[in-house]
């Protein structure tokens, strides 16, 4: 029962996906591959658990999805961003988003600094983790083709 209970909100970030991509007019096996994308994030976040901090789950979950978006858009030959902008949803701090304003309109400053910091922070490692991560395949894309570094 545990394991379900675990395995669940993976099956949950895979079904909000889904319809992401119908309004993102993504079709297809693209649609499903890019929903499990989600799902893979999101077990990825759960396996660094151990860590006892969101902050670096968030920033795990983002570095793999980025490697998954990345390698799927070379298999698939679409857009990595087709993939990474589906897999990232399940991972967007809405709730800090939304808990964050209400602090600020109800005037309890201290709430409301704590919970924006942490939502900015989470925010960043998101970023981080998919800047590192392109970064590294274009370097590599690069080194592949035969581009060596600073002769364009």
Sequence with gaps: MEFLRQILPCFYAFAAC?????LCNIRGRTALYASLGGAAG????LLFGFAGNDIFQYFAAAIA???????????????ATVY????????????GIYYTMEYCISGDTQNFLQTGLHTMA?????AL?????????NVIKMIR????????
Excluded: N
């Design 122 to 126: 989470i925010t960043g490692v998101l």
């Design 42 to 45: 999101w077990i990825v976040y």
């Design 65 to 79: 999805i980025t490697a998954y978006s990345e390698i799927f858009a070379r298999v698939q030959k679409t857009p």
């Design 84 to 95: 990474l902008i589906v897999s990232l949803l399940p991972l967007v701090p809405g709730g």
């Design 18 to 22: 889904l319809p992401y991509c119908i």
């Design 145 to 152: 083709d035969g581009c060596h570094l600073g002769k364009g």
């Design 129 to 137: 983790g998919i800047l590192l991560v392109s970064s590294a395949m």
